[in-house]
């Protein structure tokens, strides 16, 4: 089973500025990661798909990179409604799993 | 655009069965294409996977809960259920319902959840 970690589990930050996430898979992935949003009180969203490929809605700020066990997740300039909890997701072994999360908040 | 809806009871005692159904809007589960899925999040912590079904009834469970975990699908009704048995504390969730294309396992459409908590 493919473990996903998670750093930092919390990013303080202030809107404009520039996130960097990190997902790291314990075994080869592949491109097949997935990132996904997460406000209090709601659904996951999802963000970026195999890496790289944002999801239908998905403003340009968000960008994903990565392969094999090393991902990150960029959000170019932070806007108010960006602060929230980030998932990983792994699809390329059994079971899908998600990671433990990165919480972005205010700075 | 699909929509998702959780029902079910919000509390469940000890050594029961945790039921619930979703409800899908805006498409039909009858077209396939579609795996749908079963996903909780215990307070204030991860996602957990717990299993799809596809339409034609044929399901797919998480290893970690497979010896308690049944997922069946009405398609008449356009609804599909999850039954997790002998549930215990730790069992305490938002369940949410979601779905995946086939061809590629990440959670597009998701239901708002369902808090379920296990207490006597």
């Known amino acids: 089973e493919i473990v996903l970690t998670q750093s930092p589990a919390t990013l303080s930050l202030s809107p404009g500025e520039r996130a960097t996430l990190s997902c790291r898979a314990s075994?080869?992935?592949?491109?097949?990661l997935a990132w996904y949003q997460q406000k209090p009180g709601q659904a996951p969203r999802l963000l970026i798909y195999?890496?790289?490929n944002r999801a239908t809605g998905i403003p340009a700020r968000f960008s994903g990179s990565g392969s094999g066990t090393d991902f990150t997740l960029t959000i170019s300039s932070l806007e108010p409604e960006d602060f929230a909890v980030y998932y990983c997701?792994?699809?390329?072994?059994?079971?899908?799993?998600f990671g433990p999360g990165t919480k972005v908040d205010i700075k | 655009q699909v929509q998702l809806q959780e029902s079910g009871p919000g509390l469940v005692k000890p050594s029961q069965t945790l039921s619930l159904t979703c409800t899908v809007s805006?498409?039909?589960?009858?077209?396939?294409?579609?795996?749908w899925s079963w996903i909780r999040q215990h307070p204030g912590k991860g996602l957990e996977w717990i299993g799809y079904?596809?339409?034609?009834?044929?399901?797919y469970y998480n290893p970690s809960l497979k010896s308690r975990v049944t997922i069946s699908v009405d398609t008449s009704k356009n609804q599909f259920s999850l039954k997790l048995s002998s549930v215990t504390a730790a069992d305490t969730a938002v369940y949410y319902c979601?779905?995946?294309?086939?061809?590629?396992?990440?959670?597009?459409?998701w239901g708002q959840g369902t808090l379920v908590t296990v207490s006597s």
């Open positions: 979601a779905s995946s294309r086939v061809t590629k396992i990440v959670f597009d459409y």
């Open positions: 805006g498409g039909s589960i009858s077209s396939g294409g579609y795996y």
């Open positions: 079904i596809y339409y034609s009834g044929s399901t």
């Open positions: 075994q080869s992935v592949s491109s097949y």
């Open positions: 195999d890496a790289s």
């Open positions: 997701q792994q699809r390329s072994n059994w079971p899908p799993a």
